[in-house]
């Protein structure tokens, strides 16, 4: 247990921007605790007799006396040097930490002259927090030089210091880094006076990247509804003209925003190799003269914004043709070795990318870790973010569960909870609505034509595409190209057979754990979603026809009113094959068989059978589990006592909501209670050897860290939650 908690601990102590090293400061070192703080540290390097010899020896030796005697006379070059130079340090350049908790218990100007001379010399630190609060504005010319550094970790710190030296940095990073955006432009909406007195002069200087970026940050007040706040501001030069020649800049049509100073063309501008951009008219592509004009136009791309001429080429031109023309620009960009000041070659990819593209962008995100690109790959989440089209999202949930890197993982995450917040979604209801139709909507989409072959697809019962030919004879693999097939139409027709293939199978591989869970966790949905999102999409319809659904009360969301299957023809009928009327404010949800009379499950079998519907997944046939009622009475269930499972048998119940983190204990949380399952004599899950043996023991249900019966549960979670481990201690 004690393994378990410290990775736990450890990682909250890290995610919240701590380290082990602040910890011990809190808790033992400003309280005077010392000779607690070196037992903690021997504890934490048992494993390492050198470096607990360090430790021992370490708070007497030479050069903690010097340290002591550079600090009480206020040497502070000699202090820093000793603890650069200090073997107990474990000082390395790259990866030193100072603890800023510890450093503002030190007289004020000693405390400043430290965190400057810290920045100064680019070392990391921790607790920034705490120690701007106690020295608030004094600290800012460090704080200035930190964000020069390292701007996206000290961003979330300048938010709370109103100070017009702040404001042209913000702007600058307003102007030119897309993944700060959103926190520059908290910043200058939050201090609009601060933000208009440090930048309106800098507007009527000689053109720069400063005026550039100054007139965009007062473009935004401006939008904002802060007009009156710019006149006041502008009216202190007290020069009639001030304000309105700022008026008449702010007040710039679209077409009229753009770089003073037009940025040349990158070496890797060749234009005329690429894929030519064509037109909707008479599919022609765009001359040579229009390809150059469109690459000054990308070119004024500024921290993520577009010129607004682009999006009118978005009218004229065909989607799939800008978007190739994309992929060909983002490649020459990084074959040149993916120049940052030319980043606008990889944001076009948001801007004129289409599904294709999404999906070609995501192999490269998901090796671009191995390759040490971890930043580039970020930058591709923001543009998957940024894609108009439901695919791309569909793409960034499938890196949020699929990818090896695990920072990776989470980023994409982060991306999604953005998406979900912005319009107003939980993670689930996103989920929801990110599959995507893949072009089902259109009759001929199932058909593919190679010339004198035809192929059509159907999908099975997990959702699966099996391809057909015109003798209606199953095809074992996707066809290849043969000589007699036409050169124009085959072609296409496997290319868009091949993407079907890869986004159904990848859409089925989330689709169907989700419904598997919404079964377990008795997920509901309004009547309006459920015709949006399943019975009228697509895809989606072809698994909610094999499925029975459950009507509910919306004041009673466990009552089940009545059952029923969608039918081909997207009737709804209940249990004896008649149509029903759903009511209007009812919830809908994937009805379970202990909900539904024993009739009920036997008529819905033989409907099933007859119509030769396969399930997706395990409902009528689902494995449950009832308690006697003198389980029922009890607060701790025995019924597997001497019983075994192996270790990767108990990992496998992860994928039926229960929770490892003890080297003894799995937990599965329905809410107000939870469920501990015990067993002995437990493993290490840093060295799991999957074929160990682990003795069943005891599982309690707890509320309010209190036992209590099984009575208090209800019957269906209970169930869920006893299916998986009747299965491996049965």
């Given at each position: 247990?004690?393994?378990?908690?410290?990775?736990?601990?450890?990682?909250?102590?890290?995610g919240?921007?701590?380290?082990?090293?602040?910890?011990?400061?809190?808790?033992?070192?400003?309280?005077?605790k010392?000779?607690?703080?070196?037992?903690?540290l021997?504890?934490?390097?048992?494993?390492?007799?050198?470096?607990?010899?360090e430790?021992?020896n370490?708070?007497?030796?030479?050069?903690?006396?010097?340290?002591?005697?550079?600090?009480r006379?206020?040497?502070?070059?000699?202090?820093?040097?000793?603890?650069?130079?200090?073997?107990?340090?474990?000082?390395?350049?790259?990866?030193?930490?100072?603890?800023?908790?510890?450093l503002?218990?030190?007289?004020?100007?000693?405390a400043?002259t430290?965190?400057?001379?810290?920045?100064?010399?680019?070392?990391?630190?921790?607790g920034?927090d705490?120690?701007?609060?106690?020295?608030?504005?004094?600290?800012?010319?460090?704080?200035?030089?930190?964000?020069?550094?390292?701007?996206?970790?000290?961003?979330?710190?300048?938010?709370?210091?109103g100070?017009?030296?702040l404001?042209?940095?913000?702007?600058?990073?307003?102007?030119?880094?897309?993944?700060?955006?959103?926190?520059?432009?908290?910043?200058?909406?939050?201090?609009?006076?601060?933000?208009a007195?440090?930048?309106?002069?800098?507007?009527?200087?000689?053109?720069?990247?400063?005026s550039?970026?100054?007139l965009?940050a007062?473009?935004?007040?401006?939008?904002?509804?802060?007009?009156?706040?710019?006149?006041?501001?502008?009216?202190?030069?007290?020069?009639?003209?001030?304000?309105?020649?700022?008026e008449?800049?702010?007040?710039?049509g679209?077409?009229?925003?753009?770089?003073?100073?037009?940025?040349?063309?990158?070496?890797?501008?060749?234009?005329?190799?690429?894929?030519?951009?064509?037109?909707?008219?008479?599919?022609?592509?765009?001359?040579?003269?229009?390809?150059?004009?469109?690459?000054?136009?990308?070119?004024f791309?500024?921290?993520?914004?577009?010129?607004?001429?682009?999006?009118?080429?978005?009218?004229?031109?065909?989607?799939?043709?800008?978007?190739?023309f994309?992929?060909?620009?983002?490649?020459?960009?990084?074959?040149?070795?993916a120049?940052?000041?030319?980043?606008?070659?990889?944001?076009?990819?948001?801007?004129?990318?289409?599904e294709?593209t999404?999906?070609d962008?995501?192999?490269?995100?998901?090796?671009?870790?191995?390759?040490?690109?971890?930043a580039?790959?970020?930058?591709?989440?923001?543009?998957l973010?940024?894609?108009?089209?439901?695919?791309?999202?569909?793409?960034?949930?499938?890196i949020?569960?699929?990818?090896?890197?695990?920072?990776?993982?989470?980023?994409?995450?982060?991306?999604?909870?953005?998406?979900?917040?912005?319009?107003?979604?939980?993670q689930?209801?996103l989920?929801?609505?990110l599959?995507?139709t893949?072009?089902?909507?259109?009759?001929?989409?199932?058909?593919?034509?190679?010339?004198?072959?035809?192929?059509?697809?159907?999908f099975?019962?997990?959702?699966?595409?099996?391809?057909?030919?015109?003798?209606?004879?199953?095809?074992?693999?996707?066809?290849?190209?043969?000589?007699?097939?036409?050169?124009?139409?085959?072609?296409e027709?496997?290319?868009?057979?091949?993407?079907?293939?890869?986004?159904?199978?990848?859409?089925?591989?989330?689709?169907?754990?989700?419904?598997?869970?919404?079964?377990?966790?008795?997920?509901?949905?309004?009547?309006?979603?459920?015709?949006?999102?399943?019975?009228?999409?697509?895809?989606t319809?072809?698994?909610t026809?094999?499925?029975i659904?459950?009507?509910?009360?919306?004041?009673?969301?466990?009552?089940l009113?009545?059952?029923?299957?969608?039918?081909?023809?997207?009737?709804?009928?209940?249990a004896?094959?008649?149509?029903?009327?759903?009511p209007?404010?009812a919830l809908?949800g994937?009805?379970?068989?202990?909900?539904?009379?024993?009739?009920?499950?036997?008529?819905?079998?033989q409907?099933?059978?007859?119509?030769?519907?396969?399930?997706?997944?395990?409902?009528?046939?689902?494995?449950?589990?009832?308690?006697?009622?003198?389980?029922?009475?009890?607060?701790s269930?025995?019924?597997?006592?001497g019983?075994?499972?192996?270790?990767?048998?108990?990992?496998?119940m992860?994928?039926?909501?229960?929770?490892?983190?003890?080297?003894?204990?799995?937990?599965?949380?329905?809410?107000?209670y939870?469920?501990?399952?015990?067993?002995?004599?437990?493993?290490?899950?840093y060295?799991?050897?999957?074929?160990?043996?682990?003795?069943?023991?005891?599982?309690?249900?707890?509320?309010?860290?209190?036992?209590?019966?099984?009575?208090?549960l209800?019957?269906?979670?209970?169930?869920?939650?006893?299916?998986?481990?009747?299965?491996?201690?049965?």
């Amino acid at each position: 247990m004690r393994n378990a908690w410290n990775k736990k601990w450890t990682s909250c102590i890290t995610g919240t921007g701590f380290g082990d090293d602040v910890w011990l400061f809190l808790n033992y070192i400003l309280p005077g605790k010392l000779d607690a703080a070196r037992n903690s540290l021997i504890v934490q390097w048992h494993y390492y007799q050198g470096r607990v010899e360090e430790i021992l020896n370490g708070w007497n030796s030479p050069q903690a006396q010097l340290a002591e005697q550079a600090l009480r006379s206020g040497h502070i070059e000699a202090l820093i040097n000793i603890w650069e130079n200090d073997n107990f340090s474990r000082y390395r350049p790259e990866k030193s930490v100072w603890n800023l908790y510890l450093l503002a218990q030190l007289p004020r100007e000693m405390a400043l002259t430290f965190w400057l001379r810290i920045i100064e010399k680019k070392h990391l630190f921790a607790g920034e927090d705490y120690f701007l609060s106690i020295l608030g504005l004094d600290a800012l010319p460090g704080l200035l030089l930190a964000f020069s550094h390292r701007p996206k970790e000290t961003f979330p710190l300048i938010l709370n210091f109103g100070a017009t030296e702040l404001a042209l940095p913000v702007a600058r990073v307003w102007r030119r880094f897309a993944a700060q955006r959103d926190l520059a432009r908290q910043w200058i909406l939050q201090w609009p006076e601060h933000t208009a007195s440090a930048l309106i002069p800098l507007v009527f200087t000689k053109p720069s990247d400063n005026s550039e970026a100054a007139l965009l940050a007062l473009r935004l007040l401006y939008e904002q509804g802060h007009g009156e706040l710019l006149q006041t501001v502008a009216n202190r030069w007290q020069r009639t003209d001030v304000w309105s020649a700022l008026e008449q800049l702010l007040k710039q049509g679209p077409m009229d925003i753009y770089p003073a100073r037009i940025p040349k063309a990158p070496d890797f501008w060749h234009p005329a190799m690429w894929s030519r951009p064509r037109l909707i008219t008479n599919n022609q592509p765009v001359t040579g003269d229009a390809l150059e004009i469109i690459g000054e136009m990308l070119r004024f791309t500024q921290g993520g914004r577009f010129y607004s001429g682009l999006e009118q080429l978005k009218t004229f031109c065909q989607p799939q043709t800008l978007a190739a023309f994309a992929w060909d620009l983002f490649t020459a960009w990084q074959q040149a070795g993916a120049p940052a000041k030319d980043n606008w070659a990889f944001l076009a990819l948001s801007l004129f990318g289409d599904e294709s593209t999404a999906r070609d962008l995501t192999t490269q995100i998901l090796a671009w870790p191995q390759e040490g690109k971890s930043a580039r790959a970020v930058s591709g989440l923001n543009i998957l973010t940024l894609m108009n089209n439901d695919m791309a999202l569909i793409q960034l949930h499938h890196i949020s569960q699929r990818a090896k890197s695990r920072p990776l993982r989470d980023n994409a995450a982060e991306f999604l909870q953005v998406v979900a917040e912005n319009r107003g979604l939980s993670q689930e209801e996103l989920a929801d609505r990110l599959v995507p139709t893949l072009g089902l909507d259109d009759p001929q989409a199932l058909s593919f034509d190679f010339g004198p072959r035809q192929f059509t697809v159907r999908f099975d019962e997990n959702l699966n595409p099996v391809i057909f030919d015109q003798q209606n004879v199953r095809q074992k693999s996707v066809p290849r190209l043969r000589a007699d097939d036409d050169q124009l139409k085959a072609p296409e027709a496997l290319a868009r057979l091949k993407g079907l293939k890869k986004d159904a199978t990848q859409v089925s591989k989330n689709l169907l754990p989700r419904l598997e869970a919404a079964l377990r966790t008795t997920r509901r949905w309004s009547l309006a979603d459920f015709h949006t999102l399943f019975v009228n999409h697509p895809f989606t319809r072809l698994v909610t026809q094999r499925l029975i659904w459950g009507v509910y009360p919306a004041n009673e969301p466990r009552r089940l009113l009545n059952a029923f299957r969608v039918a081909a023809e997207g009737e709804f009928c209940n249990a004896q094959d008649e149509p029903i009327d759903l009511p209007a404010d009812a919830l809908i949800g994937i009805a379970h068989p202990l909900e539904m009379t024993a009739e009920m499950r036997s008529e819905f079998a033989q409907l099933f059978a007859d119509y030769e519907i396969i399930p997706p997944l395990r409902q009528l046939t689902r494995r449950t589990v009832l308690l006697t009622p003198d389980e029922s009475a009890s607060n701790s269930l025995n019924r597997w006592e001497g019983k075994s499972a192996t270790v990767g048998q108990l990992m496998g119940m992860r994928y039926k909501g229960w929770e490892s983190g003890y080297e003894d204990a799995f937990v599965y949380d329905l809410g107000e209670y939870r469920l501990v399952l015990k067993f002995s004599p437990g493993f290490n899950h840093y060295n799991v050897d999957s074929k160990a043996l682990m003795s069943f023991r005891s599982l309690r249900v707890y509320s309010d860290n209190k036992s209590v019966t099984f009575a208090e549960l209800d019957v269906f979670d209970l169930s869920e939650a006893l299916s998986a481990p009747d299965v491996i201690f049965h």
